[in-house]
């Protein structure tokens, strides 16, 4: 293998899917600033997920909208008064 391949960060972390409320260690050198309690009592690295395999409806089997930060009304309001709106 190549030296100095993978970075120097890869770390234990907990991902946690707040769709749907489901959280789980794994390994990742992504950058965070929060962190939380594991059930073990260690803290560790806290990295938010919106989609996972656990709220994917390719996993699941349901469809789900997910609006985030209000993109849906943003988008209603803007096109609200044009001639693609329903009347």
Do not use: Q
Not at 15 to 27: H, I, T
Not at 56 to 81: C, E, L, S
Request: aromatic share 14%; hydrophobic share 35%; proline share 3%.
């Amino acid at each position: 293998m190549k030296k100095d391949l993978h970075p120097k960060n890869y770390r234990t972390v907990v991902f946690k899917d707040f769709s749907v409320d489901e959280a789980w260690l794994g390994r990742s050198c992504a950058n965070t600033r929060e962190k939380i309690v594991w059930e073990d009592g260690n803290e560790y690295p806290l990295i938010k997920l919106e989609i996972s395999s656990a709220s994917h409806p390719f996993f699941t089997g349901k469809m789900k909208f997910v609006d985030t930060a209000g993109r849906i009304d943003k988008f209603n309001k803007k096109f609200a008064n044009s001639r693609f709106a329903k009347k």
